[in-house]
């Protein structure tokens, strides 16, 4: 165990900080540090993925031997990657095979992963809220969770930081449930979507329906245009990566900016096997890092380290990292590392159609949809469970898979075919779920993978409160579609697991009490101050926004801290 | 790992030019397709059967001109389930049969009206099926051509209109009598 202590430090091995994960957060973090001096080595595991290296991205339909289906033996192979919307023919090379990082289902949960220089950032749904005070205060309030730490207030200033970077469309709409972002121009609504909004704020005048905010240039910045990124094409073909860096990605960003500061560096295919906690000096002193291609163990050693693995990961390293002085994992004082797991709950959806606007049409293909943002449980809790839930739905023209009149084949039905059809709708939610002990994941005792590191056994369910929040929603959904003017209404139950919302949160959750969580205001371990969590383990409850742009507010907010206290020397 | 490996060994080029995959560069090497599930005589069958589903029109030239039997095969081959190779096997065999008894000829040997009538009289008996949640073999063929087709490049970029690079999104877009959908 402490094997490490014989090692020389040497400038190869030795950084002022170290970062584990190059995602979204990783990728943040990497970029502040790197910006104020520090020496910063990220950890990746996986393989690198240069910046325009997206084998897939122009190809057509036809130049996939299956038009960009997967094949049979994929999905036997990969059950639960193969379940992931984002995944297909052209974006495959992004995601984990189930083969090679089995991870334990105590209750079935679909873990969906991204190893690769980048992380999830190559493939996520780049939608991007800021959270409201409402998503602070009210898990406390209502008293479902701790208190948050932080509050918007906090935040705020971040949140306008990295949206200057990153670059966010959308409108200033003026909510308190969806605070404003510094931002670019707006998507346009279609007109069908336009006359829904409209017909749906008339008889809820509290439900305002907006354009989605997404992380697409649609005018770059001059700092966006110094990054080497351009203006989003319309081709919606994100997962694959996008040539044109419109979207953000950890890959054409935040990671080659905090290379140019020549302070970077970054190491692909390094598994992070646990940190190193020295009992003497009672601080972390580095990381054990596995060669995911030879196998070798590696150290390095660094004054601070940010674990940005990704929310699970990180639980898994954390309780990895033991020692005499945390027997149970790093900063576990309290026995909750690795519990309370929350999720989002995108269980229910609508289908219906939308008769009038047959006139019109759109252009392009939008990343986005419209939103609505919660409007359960925000002055007063006014539902019978806790929590809330923001709603989205696109409008769009049926394609050749419909129905036509009359004969369903020969040359009338082709033609009919190559014609739009009428609007179809598609509506879905995003559900809170409430941070749980029982929610939780932990070691394996018996299973390892195969760079020796323990499997990790996800125990992770819905409950109760899921179960009556996702009927309201399927219930209010329909409410919001007839007043909308759709006919032909049906209601969805996916009965996916917990996991394929890729929105997993927690585990390592922040607070001011050293009893009851594991991250202090700053995001360091209460316990270990020199390491700070600031993916999405570090969520104290889930909200009902996309978690990402939190995330990497957190991490700019944390990282700048973090670098102010090494040079203050408190970190050292 | 075979094709990620082969995937990355590609560059691109920033937004010029057209990508073209390692597998099609083959094919132009090897015109000739290997037939991997079906008989090798039923695949100008598996052409036609497409073709009636999806003619030529004014517009666009029809199914058998995307080699929609040879795509048909593949695709069985690699992405059906053991059940549906089964189900469209038998389903092949199960329509020849039908077509002769019914229509008292070989389907390639009828004319182009009559083939479209068998489908049609076929098409509706499938339909009846789906309304009792089963799935009728033609629904298989048809599906197939269907996806086959319009995502081939004449089916996209012919009978619909295909944008690889729109490069701008507008919400209200006039659409006139006869305007095409987007492919994607």
């Known amino acids: ?45 996986g393989r690198d993925v240069k910046h325009g290296n997206y084998p897939t991205a122009m190809m057509n339909p036809w130049d996939f031997e299956h038009r960009n289906r997967l094949t049979y033996q994929f999905k036997q192979e990969n059950p639960v990657a193969s379940r992931c919307y984002a995944l297909d023919d052209s974006t495959k090379h992004f995601f984990v095979k189930d083969s090679e990082h089995p991870y334990i289902q105590e209750k079935p949960y679909d873990w969906i992963r991204g190893y690769q220089v980048g992380g999830k950032s190559l493939i996520w749904a780049r939608q991007t809220q800021r959270w409201s005070k409402y998503e602070f205060e009210n898990p406390s309030k209502y008293g479902y969770t701790i208190k948050w730490p932080i509050g918007y207030n906090d935040l705020a200033d ?41 017909a749906i704020m008339k008889q809820y005048p509290n439900r305002p329906a907006v354009i989605g905010r997404c992380a697409h240039l649609t005018q770059p910045q001059p700092i966006h245009l110094e990054q080497g990124r351009g203006q989003c094409q ?36 390094s598994v992070v096997h646990s940190i190193l906690y020295d009992d003497e000096l009672q601080k972390a002193v580095g990381v054990k890092v596995i060669d ?34 945390f027997p149970n994992g790093l900063g576990n004082d309290n026995g909750l590392l690795g519990k309370y797991v929350a999720f ?20 392009g293909r939008r990343p986005t949809s419209i939103m609505i943002p919660n409007f359960r449980n925000v002055q007063r809790q006014d539902a019978d469970f806790q929590g809330g839930y923001m709603t989205f739905f696109t409008a769009d023209r049926r394609g050749w898979g ?33 941070p749980k002990a029982t929610n939780h994941v932990r070691l394996s005792e018996n299973e390892v993978d195969e760079w020796g590191i323990p499997q990790l056994i996800t125990s992770i369910d819905y409950d109760e409160n899921d179960e009556k929040l996702f009927q309201d929603f399927l219930k209010e959904g329909e409410a919001m579609l007839k007043a909308a003017g759709c006919t032909n209404i049906k209601k969805h139950d996916s009965k996916q697991s917990p996991g394929l919302d890729i929105h997993e949160m927690g585990g390592v959750r922040m607070g001011d009490d050293p009893r009851t969580s594991l991250l202090n205001k700053w995001n360091q371990l209460h316990a270990v101050p020199n390491v700070f969590v600031t993916d999405g383990a570090c969520m104290t409850s889930t909200g009902v926004q996309n978690p990402s742009l939190t995330f990497m507010a957190i991490t700019a907010r944390a990282a700048n801290y973090a670098a102010e206290q090494v040079k203050k020397n408190v970190l050292s | ?79 059906f389930s053991p059940e549906n190779q089964i189900k469209i096997k038998e389903g092949l065999a199960t329509l020849k049969e039908t077509c002769k008894i019914e229509m008292g000829k070989d389907f390639l040997k009828l004319p182009a009206e009559k083939r479209h009538q068998f489908l049609v009289a076929l098409d509706g008996e499938a339909n009846k099926k789906s309304i009792e949640n089963e799935i009728h073999y033609f629904k298989l063929f048809k599906n197939l051509v269907l996806l086959g087709y319009f995502t081939s490049e004449e089916g996209a970029t012919k009978s619909l209109r295909y944008l690889p690079v729109p490069g701008r999104y507008e919400g209200n877009y006039p659409l006139q009598s006869g305007d095409k959908a987007w492919a994607l």
């Open chain 1, 158 to 198: 971040w949140y306008s930081h990295v949206e200057k970077f990153v670059g966010i469309s959308g409108n200033k709409d003026g909510l308190e449930t969806l605070p404003d972002s510094e931002s670019l121009p707006a998507w346009e609504m279609n007109e069908a979507e336009k006359a829904m909004s409209k």
């Open chain 1, 292 to 325: 995911r291609l030879t196998k070798e163990e590696h150290y390095f050693f660094a004054k601070i380290i940010f674990a940005n693995a990704a929310c699970l990961n990180t639980n898994l390293i954390l309780l990895n990292s033991k020692s005499n002085r």
């Open chain 1, 1 to 45: 165990m402490s094997s490490y202590k014989n090692i020389e430090r040497t400038n190869t091995n030795t950084f002022d900080a170290i970062v584990i994960g190059s995602g979204i957060s990783g990728s943040w973090a990497a970029k502040e540090l790197c910006e104020k001096g520090l020496k910063t080595l990220v950890l990746e595991r």
């Open chain 1, 402 to 434: 419909r129905a036509v009149e009359g004969e369903q084949i020969g040359a009338a039905f082709k033609e009919q075919l190559s014609k739009p059809g009428n609007w179809s709708i598609y509506m879905m939610m995003q559900g809170e779920t409430i």
């Open chain 1, 344 to 363: 989002h709950n995108y269980r229910g959806s609508l289908t219906a159609d939308y008769d009038g606007q047959l006139d019109t049409y759109y252009y």
């Open chain 1, 234 to 269: 319309a081709r919606n073909l994100c997962y694959r990566g996008c040539p044109y860096g419109a979207y953000f990605s950890a890959n054409a960003s935040t990671l080659p900016w905090a290379a140019k500061t020549g302070n970077l560096t970054l190491r692909p295919d």
């Open chain 2, 1 to 79: 790992m075979n094709r990620r490996e082969a995937l990355s060994g590609i560059s691109l080029s920033l937004g010029l030019g057209i990508l073209v995959p390692s597998s099609l560069l083959l094919s132009c090497q090897n015109p000739d397709y290997q037939v991997v599930f079906f008989e090798i005589a039923d695949i100008p069958l598996l052409d036609e059967i497409g073709e009636t589903i999806l003619p030529n029109t004014s517009s666009s030239l029809g199914a058998k001109s995307t080699k929609i039997g040879n795509f048909m095969d593949a695709y069985v081959k690699n992405c």
